[in-house]
Structures are given as structure tokens and as C-alpha cells.
């Protein structure tokens, strides 16, 4: 253990060379490497585990968590029926109340507008609270790459965050950023920060940041933040944290930006009394989380915090095109990582295998979809279909079956490959003639014969390889089922 | 087949039938899948019957439940395989809700864990009517096991596509299997234990595995 480099290292120089989110042609390859790593597979069974027991206590004390789960699919079904005039609503209210509106097409849209507004308020210092929709779109680096000549540093906030940032690394988890890390791995990370060796214990490395952070928050010229939600009828943005960052950022710095996906939208301030409920519990295990923050507007008149100018981005990135489609659930997710925790794949690779923004079966569904198939070819394969997830999602979003629509879809656009096509088509020609799939399994018992040892198939190099590799295969019965009928069993 | 012949059952076997299809469907090729399908129905169709029962979870959901979701957008072909769905009945579930059975009276000595795969599990419900079967064997002392509700990393081909991540999901259900002592594994899918049993057996271990009808059929002369 003691050669072996920390997690941020070892993972690094991969990633940069690819580039994240772009090729997630290997998760295989990642995946290969990630269950060979059994001090990533421990942090990753310990935080899963933990949060899949939470999560059912806290769910199974709440009686009416089918019907929360109902109406929250209901609400954001009928949110996405109605998007276009969610938006002007939300747009309308956040101007009414003196903030400023900007709607993103895309990635490139957002850093600008926000590049622009940095160079106008002659900022240095953006401080910034969780969010996966900047993840997404790489606002760090399109910033610190395109608006070089601002001298621009860009504070993350949240712990696992700055840690991720620190190491130059990626969050594996939509909740938990860090958690392939473990307490070892991030006492050696900030020690560095620190210039002395701190010791490896949570409320030493706690103690450490919170000092550094609060400078953060005090000189930062921008606050930039996600949103959980965002409240159509009041322009109100919502955001949930445990560590308190979240209220500095969006409440301290004169500016207030928030990039919000749009499918965040939810009708009326009264539906955050479901979705709220439901995040807390489905992610984390807990009633609410210790911070619940909304914030309406900057800072009124007679009002004491708040930020003297607040932007509202309103990021596209793709989204309104799943609209109206056979894909349109996968904008119900509210970020809980609920169906990260329970995936039996993402327990065994955790995120980064997946080389996307987003990780798990929500990752595996909206990667392709926001960027299309060609980018990530292998992700809606990154799952037994075992539909631990769609169980686990608490706005109900039929999770397998859309990986399994996005296979097909893969089919019907020619990205299979040809050795898959010509199998399958095989399969359904043997499987529609009884006769030939009779044939076909006589072949099969006589081919088998040299191969039998020990009453299973020997390991040989070929199409088999993949299940020989690792585990024993059973031959096929000497007779079929149907010889044994016709012989009268 | 011996077991439904004992509780008074007529048996058909409609000899042209083939396969459900799920292999393509879980491919996505969703074509082929309906080609087998059809093919499918078409068998089954031209048969009198009441149910259709099948010994797995995973077929009996590709017939009940993804027939359906294959042939959402033609009308025909749906309506045909809904009705059809209707009357397909996974194993366990036909013993105990259909017929009413819950003890075969037979016997097996072992301290058994049972998998439950996942479609059984999540597009079906039926978690209990194996367990109350098992119940009533005698002899057979029937285990909890850690994280029993995990997919144990079959996935038709997603264990051939992704064999190492499938491999190490098998390591971690034998993990637990170990940890709860059990000498036996028994489940209703023939796919899952045949993943399951492979690894068991390539890692040096000689847990016994039986489908569920295997353990219930004392006939059976191997079992016991």
C-alpha cells in the first residue's frame, strides 16, 4: 500500500488525456480497473452502504412515502407539459423582484454570460457552493481557460468539492464528491494545502478547512450556486446543504449567480414541501437537511443579507429536447444519488468508471441523452437491468427501462456492432424455426464434447471467453428438455 | 413437471416454442426480440390452456411485463401478448396462489440461502411464496443473507459485455452467502444460479445449488 499513489493521482492523468465527459467509450476498461482497486472498492461499499440504511429508515418512517413519491411524479409530469411557461413564470418573478434572468442554450452560453459579468464587476474571486449543472458544463475550466486574463480564482466551498478541486479530480458521486476517497487520502490533500502533516481524523481536517473556506466567503467578489429547486410561481431558488456553505455563498458576496438546469423547475412554492421531504430522505437518510435555504430576489429594500445584484442562469444544455419524448422522465431527477447507492455496478466501479458528469443509472440515462449516443456508446450497457434503481427513485423514474429504450435506440441508429447485429438476427431466425433451433441445440452437444472437463466447459480462447474467463460453464443437457417429453417423462 | 402432475395438474409442453426472446430485448434489439415474440404468441395461441407456468422469474417477467412494453405501439400484437401475459405464472407464485400449495412434503437436509432474482423481485412481487414453500421442507433450514436484494451480476449479457464487474457482483453475494453458513443456494432463475454456481465452483467451493422445483420435486433422486 505504501507505493501505491493516492486515489487523485492515480486517476489524474487518465482523465485529463480524456477529457471528462467526452470518451466514456471504455467503462469497461474503467470498470475492469475500478474492482481491482479494493481501497476504492471499500470507500465506496462504506458510503453506499451507509446511505442505502439510511435512506430506508428515514423512508420507511415516513407512512406516506408511496404517495410523496406519486405526487412528485405527477408535479414534475405536469411540469414538463407546461415548461415553457413554468420559465416565463420563473423569469418574470425573479425580475420582479430586481434579480436578472438569463436563459443558456448551452454550456458555452452560461460561461460566457458569466466570463462577461465577471469582467464587468472586475471580479477576482468567485466562491462556489455545490453544483452539478456547473460540473456539467465545466465552468471551471472554460472560465479559468477562456477568461484567462481575469486572473479569476474559483473557489469551491463545499468540502468534497474543494477536496475534488484541490486534487485536481472529479466528483465520483452527485451527493457524496469525495466519497472514493478515504479519510487518509484527504488528510495527505489538505496537509498539502496546509504546508504541515495533519492528522487523519474528521474534525482536525474539518477544523482546517472551515478556517480556509471562511476567507473564501469573505472576499469572494461572486457566489456562484446550484439550485435544487427553483419555484415557478415566486422566482424563489431552493438549495439544500449540511455543511452551511450554501447560505454563505448565495447570502455573503455582492453577486449571487445561480445556474439552475431547467428541468429544476417545480409549479408552486407548495410543492416544495414534497420534494424537499424526498431529497433529504432519499439522499442522505435524513428529515431535512441542516441547511434549507431560499433565496427570492437580491437583496430588498429594509432587508439585511442578501446580494446586492442576483442572476438566475436558466441552463438548456439539451434538456428541451427530451421533452415530449419517450425520454422526458429523465428530467423528473432531483439529484438525490438515491440510485448511485442502491446500483449493484456503481457499487462495484463507483463514478469515475463511468467518465461522465454524472454517474450510476441516472448517469448512464441522461449522459447519452444530453450528449447523444456517439458519446457515450457504453453507459446504458453499464447495467444488469436489475432495477435496483427504478425501485430506489423517489420521483419514479422507470430508470432500466429507459436504459434499455436507449439500447434500442443505439440499435436503430446503426451503432451496434456488426458482430451483435449478425448475432442477434442469428438469434431470432433459430429462435422463430423450432426445427432450426433444434438443429442448433444437437450442433451445440456435439460441439460441446471436446471441451467437457469435469463436467463443465474448459476455458478456450473464442466468443465463450468472456464467461469461461471467470467463471465455470455448464454444459448443455444430454438431451433437451423436449427428447425427455417426446420419450414420455 | 412431476410436481404439477402430483397436485393434479394437466400438462401441455407446446413442442415448437423456442425462447421468450429477452436476450435481444435486453440487447435492444428490439426487432428481433419481436420476431421471437411472435413467434411466441403464435405457438402458445394455437394451445387450450389456463396458465402458462415458468420456472423463472426473469421469463415469466419478459412475457408478463416487456411483451407488452415491445409491442406498446402496435395495437394488435399488444392486446395479444397482454392477454397472454395474464395468464403466465412464474413457479412459486403458481403453487402457492393458484393451486393453493404450500408444503409438498418432502424433505432436504441443508442449511439453504435463497436468491430471489431481480425480476421476480422488482416486476413481479413474489418474495414470499419461495420462502413459504421452503418453509415446509423439511430438514432444510432456511437463512437470512446480507444484501440478499442484490442483483447477483448475471444480467443476461450484460455478464459476457462486462464480465469483471459481473464476476465481482457474483464475489460479493458469495460473500455474504458465506458469511450466513449456508451449505445450499436455491433460487428460481436458472440463469442467476448458473452465474452464481459457475463462480462458486471456479473459486473452490462446494455449496450445493439447486433450482427451487429441484429442491420441491422428491423425486428428484439427486437432491436430499
Known sequence: ?489 | MRILRRLGVEVIYPEDQTCCGQPAFNSGFFDEARGVARHFLSVFERERFDYIVCPSGSCTAMLSHYYPFIFKEMLEERERSEALGHRVREFSDFLVNVLGVKDLGVRYEGRAAFHTGCHQRRELGILEEPRELLSNVEGLELLEWENDELCCGFGGTFAVKMPDISTAMADEKIKALEKSGADTLISGDSSCLMHLEGRLKRTGHDTRVYHLAQILDSDEGKVG
Open chain 1, 1 to 489: 500500500m505504501e507505493t501505491k499513489k493516492p486515489t487523485h493521482e492515480r486517476d489524474t492523468e487518465d482523465r485529463r488525456h480524456e477529457g471528462i465527459a467526452s470518451k466514456v467509450e471504455g467503462f469497461n476498461e474503467r470498470g475492469r480497473k475500478a474492482v481491482r482497486d479494493r481501497e476504492l472498492h471499500d470507500a465506496v461499499e462504506h458510503f453506499t452502504r451507509k446511505s442505502v440504511a439510511a435512506r430506508n429508515t428515514a423512508l420507511n418512517a415516513l407512512p406516506d412515502a408511496p404517495e410523496l413519491r406519486e405526487r412528485a411524479y405527477r408535479i414534475k409530469q405536469e411540469t414538463m407539459a407546461n415548461l415553457d411557461r413554468y420559465l416565463e413564470q420563473v423569469a418574470d418573478a425573479v425580475e420582479a423582484r430586481g434579480g436578472k434572468v438569463f436563459f443558456a442554450k448551452d454550456g458555452e452560453d452560461a460561461v460566457r454570460y458569466v466570463g462577461d459579468l465577471a469582467r464587468r464587476r472586475n471580479a477576482k474571486v468567485i466562491a462556489k457552493s455545490k453544483s452539478m449543472a456547473t460540473e456539467e458544463i465545466e465552468l471551471n475550466r472554460r472560465l479559468e481557460e477562456d477568461y484567462a486574463g481575469l486572473g479569476l480564482e474559483i473557489a469551491e466551498t463545499d468540502l468534497g468539492e474543494w477536496i475534488a478541486q484541490l486534487a485536481d479530480d472529479h466528483p465520483s458521486h452527485i451527493v457524496g464528491p469525495i466519497l472514493h476517497m478515504n479519510r487518509r487520502q484527504v488528510a495527505e490533500i489538505l496537509s498539502g494545502v496546509a504546508g504541515e502533516k495533519l492528522p487523519p481524523n474528521a474534525e482536525d481536517l474539518a477544523a482546517f478547512a472551515r478556517k480556509r473556506l471562511r476567507e473564501k466567503f469573505l472576499t469572494a467578489d461572486i457566489g456562484m450556486s446550484g439550485a435544487n429547486f427553483g419555484v415557478a410561481e415566486t422566482g424563489t431558488i431552493c438549495t439544500v446543504t449540511n455543511e452551511g456553505n450554501g447560505r454563505l455563498v448565495t447570502s455573503v458576496p455582492p453577486v449571487h449567480v445561480v445556474v439552475m438546469g431547467i428541468e429544476k423547475l417545480i409549479p408552486r412554492f407548495s410543492d416544495l414541501s414534497v420534494f424537499v421531504q424526498l431529497l433529504a430522505r432519499s439522499g442522505t437518510g435524513q428529515k431535512l437537511t441542516v441547511y434549507t435555504n431560499f433565496v427570492t430576489g437580491p437583496r430588498g429594500e429594509g432587508e439585511l443579507d442578501g446580494a446586492e445584484e442576483m442572476h438566475l442562469i436558466l441552463l438548456d444544455n439539451g434538456r428541451s429536447e427530451l421533452l415530449g419524448t419517450e425520454f422526458e422522465e429523465a428530467l423528473y431527477c432531483i439529484r438525490c444519488g438515491a440510485c448511485l447507492n442502491v446500483c449493484p455496478v456503481y457499487r462495484q466501479t463507483g463514478g469515475h468508471a463511468y467518465g461522465s458528469t454524472y454517474s450510476g443509472p441516472i448517469g448512464a440515462v441522461i449522459t447519452p441523452l444530453l450528449k447523444g449516443n456517439e458519446e457515450a456508446k457504453d453507459l446504458p450497457h453499464a447495467s444488469s437491468l436489475c432495477g435496483a434503481c427504478s425501485e430506489a427513485c423517489p420521483v419514479g423514474i422507470p430508470l432500466h427501462d429507459l436504459l434499455l429504450k436507449l439500447r434500442n435506440q443505439q440499435v436503430e441508429e446503426g451503432l451496434a456492432s456488426n458482430a451483435q447485429e449478425l448475432a442477434f438476427k442469428s438469434f431470432e431466425n433459430a429462435m422463430k424455426r423450432p426445427t432450426l433451433y433444434r438443429i442448433s441445440g444437437k450442433a451445440g452437444r456435439v460441439a460441446q464434447k471436446p471441451l467437457l472437463r469435469d463436467g463443465s466447459i474448459r476455458p478456450v480462447p473464442g466468443p465463450l471467453s468472456g464467461w469461461i474467463d471467470s467463471r465455470d460453464l455448464p454444459p448443455l443437457a444430454e438431451k433437451s428438455f423436449r427428447e425427455l417429453w417426446k420419450e414420455g417423462i
